[in-house]
């Protein structure tokens, strides 16, 4: 069984080899692994709202990754987070009066069962449970061990979330700003129309929507077209639109 240097050496390498979350994940299960030989692992990620989601699975679990929810204080993992505490039962551990059996989890049929807190600065972030088919009784220094893993990774998990958050903030501002211009070419678009070709607004907006449709191209590829024709006629110092109306 590894020791604690060695696991800090192992987790010093995941934290500064520029790990996606993801990848981060499937890592610490790999150590978990490792350490405890199990038959299955899951790590639980905090959500804002207090419950606990499955993002990582040992046992391929496609549809259950990022929709398997627990609240605070439910089934054992919720207890966990709550508590703080790390659960260790050695048998029939779905006889325990916290267990609550969660659909598509095969590991809920397996006899022994630890559960241990993902901790960042002194706060749960999530949590690492680990499975045996068989009974099993768990050493103190496999436990010790768990617990050592969940300290040194959950700042690294942390901050990889915050990474992650801040990237998806930051994609969806420039998507604001990209569908901002859009609305703004287009109605540059349509006011050209309207005085060209004395539109509504309505008709001018229908027209370079059904233009966009019928030559598959984005109404805002078009408005930049009709812009561009537009100062190219303003610029030369003649009157544009000589050919067939749009």
């Known amino acids: 069984m590894a020791s604690q240097l060695d696991l800090l050496h192992q987790i010093s390498k995941i934290v500064s080899s520029g790990s996606t979350l993801d990848e981060m994940l499937q890592a610490l299960i790999r150590l978990a692994v490792d350490v405890t030989s199990c038959d299955a692992c899951l790590v639980y990620l905090a959500e804002p709202d207090g419950d606990e989601v499955l993002r990582a699975s040992q046992l391929p679990h496609s549809a259950e990754i990022g929709q398997i929810r627990i609240k605070a204080g439910e089934g054992v993992t919720g207890w966990v987070a709550q508590h703080k505490s790390v659960v260790a039962l050695d048998a029939n551990a779905f006889a325990d009066k916290r267990f609550k059996k969660l659909p598509g989890l095969v590991e809920d049929t397996f006899h022994a069962f630890v559960s241990v807190p993902l901790v ?40 990889s979330r915050l990474h992650e958050e801040n ?80």
């Open 120 to 159: 960042s600065r002194g706060e749960v972030i999530g949590v690492i449970n680990v499975h045996h088919k068989q009974p099993r009784k768990h050493s103190t220094e496999e436990i010790a061990l768990l617990t050592f893993m969940g300290e040194q990774m959950g700042g690294a998990i942390a901050k």
């Open 167 to 246: 990237a998806r903030l930051h994609e969806e501002t420039q998507e604001m700003k990209r569908q901002l211009e859009t609305r703004k070419l287009v109605e540059r678009a349509k006011g050209i129309l309207q005085s060209k070709y004395k539109l509504t607004e309505e008709a001018a907006y229908l027209r370079l929507r059904n233009e966009s449709r019928r030559l598959r191209r984005p109404m805002r590829d078009l408005a930049e077209a009709i812009i561009l024709a537009e100062d190219v006629a303003s610029s030369s110092g003649t009157k544009a639109g000589g050919g067939e109306p749009l």
